[in-house]
T-cell receptor, first 115, second 114 residues
């Protein structure tokens, strides 16, 4: 199993450009998440999905859109990139359950720089 | 929404000493509290978690305690080793159906001096 994978690993954008980050998981997890990680601020939730075809806003959703058309994929879009979106983006997935465990499995991250 | 505060932001200990990291949370509905370890340039990985019906949990050199009344939980690492050097994040989750999202603390950089 590959676990959680992210594409691309690195990207440099100019202000105003758009891009899509792809997250894929092969663990049949119901829940998927997008976080951003900035120095000294931990991981902040952008959007998440509790199942195929569903999405919900997290703590910092402005400037981002997401889609979950297939259970195994979760896409994060930036329509008009801004320097404030320079960050490391992590995708995660989990199979929620009180008894099954609630561990979130993270992807390797995407380092995005907006100039 | 939930707010998780984590202290200290940096912690330096000598190899073999113990390390303690503390977190407080604001939402009394939170009932799942995981700890993640992130090595430099790597992804976060779960090292231990605790649920609200348990006050303490231990796994070898790592233990977590939870005080729901005071809304705080702590990570204890005993007999620290250089490979314990990393950033540690606490988190809280209300585990409500339809909203299973972690709120993370800002992290603690632990440095174990050999």
């Amino acid at each position: 199993n590959a676990g959680v994978t992210q594409t691309p690993k690195f990207r440099v954008l100019k202000t105003g450009q758009s891009m899509t980050l792809l997250c894929a998981q092969d663990m049949n997890h119901e829940y998927m998440y997008w976080y951003r990680q900035d120095p000294g601020m931990g991981l902040r939730l952008i959007h998440y999905s509790v199942g195929e075809g569903t999405t919900a806003k997290g703590e910092v959703p402005d400037g981002y859109n997401v889609s979950r058309l297939k259970k195994q994929n979760f896409l994060l879009g930036l329509e008009s990139a801004a320097p404030s979106q320079t960050s490391v983006y992590f995708c995660a997935s989990s199979y929620p359950g009180w008894y099954e465990g609630d561990e979130q499995y993270f992807g390797p991250g995407t380092r995005l720089t907006v100039t | 929404g939930e707010n998780v505060e984590q202290h200290p932001s940096t912690l330096s200990v000598q190899e073999g000493d113990s390390a303690v990291i503390k977190c407080t949370y604001s939402d009394s509905a939170s009932n799942y509290f995981p700890w993640y370890k992130q090595e430099l340039g790597k992804r976060p990985q779960l090292i231990i978690d605790i649920r609200s019906n348990v006050g303490e949990k231990k796994d070898q050199r790592i233990a977590v305690t939870l005080n729901k009344t005071a809304k705080h939980f702590s990570l204890h690492i005993t007999e620290t080793q250089p490979e314990d050097s990393a950033v540690y994040f606490c988190a809280a989750d209300p585990m409500d159906t339809g909203r299973r999202a972690l709120t993370f603390g800002s992290g603690t950089r632990l440095q174990v001096q050999p």
